[in-house]
């Protein structure tokens, strides 16, 4: 059972920085394929989202159904990963996603990434339907389809060992699926080494709609430099600003679990799902996962901040083996958003939702939701296999992901996400349900800054805080992200809780500038340590040989927001689905917002929607597109 190609030795037009290659595989056919990465597409849009957004958007018919054949993922690097600067570890995955039905996109850091531009390859692009699971194995310019007969329903660390062995390549990087995106779970997430995750949106669930267990790479190419000396320069101008930061106590050394104190104290925790953004149970949480179950940090490719977590519980009822996590979402997930108020069942759940392929962001969302409807009764013992799903019990908890991930019982509609969940129950649960577009809301309370209400309407993705950026870090924690010379107003001088015109302005440039990052592809966590665009542009340039400065540079994160937000509307996107969710707007009830909703929302989307150059309907302006060099999208808009 396999296909492959041969021959990677070939001319390439992407000389510089880029692999020069895709891998194109047609799963229903067993067709494998290498094409050009395409100039005329980088050039513009770089790689990871923005060039999968120029081929999806060519490429998909509108209104299908993303678990269908019809959809395509695409598993992208882009210019600077692998190359060794700052956070350079990155992938991106994009796809119409079968959460929202609309774009989806979720980034992940790690080895794989890196591995496979040293295999030969910008990115993959999976087509079509596989009858029978398989994995995809990339390995120095060649790629075959293998069978995972024998791997299908395994866990996601059970997969990874499993294929390395039957690889006899320990150093093979593996993205895989859990049982959750086997069993079409909407927002089962893809995993790399073991932990990372992109976690949102359901990539998970369109790879296990195409039976494709996993992908493997391996390779020992390497990334030419156009040129080398002045690469090395911007690369240690850039190190040291990191290295800089970190001592002067910026950046993520204590992972993102470490600002969980501080979130609270801003009003930023959302708690009991949202009604509120503070909690009183938080004093000792973190302190007790440092000083009992944290092990060590743990680093992606081409990081110095080393972010990640790896902890343990050596006995007890939640016993869990060494294994990465929990970061900050995923802690405010499964304590306050639920009212859970014990580290260890923290730990339990995040390595629960590892091994299963579940995004830890909409699990513990959708138990909370369970809790407060159960609470309200609007379902009942009936609807939960008995069980009773009182706010913040542990044990229930644990029980709701073992039925997430596998589909049972309750856990069926569950993992259908809170939209079509609120909708099957009706009016009262919809108002209750926290989501834009279909995604589930994440960790960050909007009332604590209000341009991360902006951000949380207009995504396009729907209701995330890392896609395009998470834009009241800014507001709330003092971040300029190198943007001041950018127009961004001092963040100290910031109203957090205005809802004034000039936030959209801020809300503008702190998104052009995150879409920029899933576009090079790097970590974000690197932008909040102030390399700024223009050393972004300097490492830019001097690896491709091209030409940019900052500002070119947000203009690529303008034209790729455009572009994905074309292709939204092809879908049916309107102004209506940048609405915020009614319980997150009213007044929160605690702590330093308490008393503070959003009020103002409809003026400041106008403002945003304006700086745009979109019309009333949220639709961008024909010129608008025309301008950004996307005369084709501006067209084909035109005639629909």
Not at 298 to 317: M, T, W
Request: proline share 4%.
């Amino acid at each position: 059972m396999r296909s492959g190609v041969r021959g990677w030795r070939i001319e390439i037009i992407l000389k510089y920085s880029y692999a020069g290659k895709m891998l194109r595989i047609d799963l229903t056919n067993r067709i494998v394929k290498k094409e050009d990465t395409r100039e005329d597409i980088a050039k513009i849009l770089l790689g990871g989202n923005g060039y999968s957004a120029k081929v999806l958007w060519e490429e998909l018919k509108s209104k299908i159904d993303p678990l269908s054949p019809d959809n395509k993922i695409l598993l992208m690097t882009g210019p600077l990963t692998g190359t060794g600067a700052p956070g350079s570890g990155f992938w991106e995955a994009c796809f119409k996603s079968p959460l929202t039905n609309v774009w989806g996109e979720s980034a992940c850091g790690g080895w794989w990434g890196p591995m496979l531009k040293f295999a030969g390859f910008d990115g993959i692009i999976l087509e079509g339907s596989s009858k029978e699971p398989v994995y995809i194995w990339a390995h120095d310019g060649e790629a075959d389809i293998k069978s995972a007969e024998g791997i299908w329903g395994k866990t996601v660390p059970e997969t990874e060992d499993i294929i390395r062995r039957e690889l006899g390549i320990p150093q093979a990087r593996v993205l895989s699926i859990g049982p959750a995106g086997e069993k079409i779970v909407r927002f089962a997430g893809i995993a790399v080494d073991y932990e990372r995750y992109a976690g949102r949106k359901g990539g998970g669930a369109i790879l296990g709609s195409k039976k494709v267990k996993a992908v493997a790479v391996h390779g020992e190419g390497e990334i030419n430099i156009a040129k080398p000396r002045e690469w090395e320069r911007a690369l240690k101008e850039a190190e040291e600003s990191v290295k800089e930061s970190l001592d002067s106590g910026g950046g993520f050394g204590t992972g993102t679990i470490g600002s969980y104190d501080m979130c609270n104290e801003m009003g930023d925790l959302p708690t009991k799902y949202g009604e509120t953004g503070h909690w009183d149970q938080v004093d000792d949480l973190y302190e007790n996962f440092n000083k009992k179950y944290l092990i060590k940090n743990r680093a992606c490719f081409g990081c110095l901040q080393a972010c990640g977590r790896v902890s343990e519980i050596k006995e007890g009822r939640f016993a869990t083996p060494r294994y990465g996590g929990p970061e900050y979402e995923t802690t405010c997930g499964f304590s306050a958003f639920m009212l859970q108020k014990d580290i260890e069942p923290v730990i339990k759940a995040s390595y629960l939702c590892n091994i299963y392929g579940l995004d830890t962001i909409s699990t513990s969302h959708m138990i909370a939701f369970a809790m407060l409807l159960y609470e309200k009764g609007l379902i009942t013992k009936k609807e939960t296999d008995g069980l009773e799903i009182g706010w913040g019990d542990p044990d229930v908890m644990i029980k709701l992901i073992h039925k997430i991930a596998l589909r049972e019982g309750f856990g069926d509609i569950l993992g259908e996400g809170v939209r079509r969940m609120s909708q099957k129950i009706g009016v009262d649960a919809m108002d209750l349900s926290l989501h834009v577009k279909g995604l589930e809301m994440p960790y960050h309370d909007p009332r604590a800054g209000k341009t991360q209400a902006i951000a949380y309407g207009t995504s396009n993705v729907g209701m995330d805080h890392f896609h395009p950026h998470e834009t009241l870090d800014v507001e709330c924690y003092g971040a300029d992200l190198g943007l001041m010379p950018f127009g961004l107003p001092k963040p100290t001088g910031i109203d957090r809780f205005a809802e004034s015109p000039n936030k959209a302005h801020i809300a503008k440039l702190v998104m052009d500038y995150g879409t920029i990052a899933d576009a090079l592809v790097i970590c974000k966590f690197h932008q909040y340590i102030n390399l700024g665009p223009d050393k972004y542009a300097k490492m830019l340039s001097h690896a491709t040989g091209w030409d940019f400065d900052g500002e070119q540079l947000l203009e690529v994160g303008d034209r790729i927001f455009n572009l994905a937000r074309a292709f939204n509307i092809r879908e049916g996107i309107r102004r209506k689905d940048d609405a915020l969710p009614k319980r997150i707007i009213q007044p929160a009830t605690t702590g330093s917002t308490k008393g503070k909703g959003i009020t103002n929302y409809e003026n400041m989307l106008d403002e945003f929607y304006k700086i745009e150059q979109w019309n009333g309907e949220g639709i961008p302006e024909p010129e608008k597109l025309i301008k950004l060099r996307l005369k084709d999208v501006a067209d084909s808009m035109i005639k629909q």
